[in-house]
Nanobody, 115 residues
Framework: QVQLVESGGGLVQAGGSLRLSCTAS????????GGWYRQAPGKQRELVAD???????NYADSVKGRFTISRDNAKNMMYLQMNSLKPEDTAVYYC?????????WGQGTQVTVSS
């Protein structure tokens, strides 16, 4: 029984920054890929960024150059630094941890960017 918990969301003005954090209630071993997803009302959930076990990263075109995904294995934490935020970034952001046998999701944190 493992839960992921996101934090750091909020309301910011366009051009501002936020840093999202994701932590697990218990350590998750052998994570193949960790990632951040987002979902806006009436839209499908989409990948924002992910990070593989060796550290390689992948970003959606819409956030390249603005967002940075990172992780701290010692602290069992994952982060998403979001800069130059746009109103289009408004969504609920979810973290995910993927292992060979299980996929874990957080409950999401709201990010709202005003124009």
């Amino acid at each position: 029984q493992v839960q992921l918990v996101e934090s750091g969301g909020g309301l910011v003005q366009a051009g501002g920054s936020l840093r999202l954090s994701c932590t697990a209630s218990r350590r998750i071993f052998n994570i193949n890929v960790g990632g951040w997803y987002r979902q806006a009302p009436g839209k499908q959930r989409e990948l924002v960024a992910d990070i593989a076990s060796e550290g390689s990263t992948n970003y959606a075109d819409s956030v390249k150059g603005r967002f940075t995904i990172s992780r701290d294995n010692a602290k069992n934490m994952m982060y998403l630094q979001m800069n130059s935020l746009k109103p289009e970034d408004t969504a609920v952001y979810y973290c995910k941890a993927d292992t060979a046998f299980s996929t874990y999701w957080g409950q999401g944190t709201q990010v709202t960017v005003s124009s």
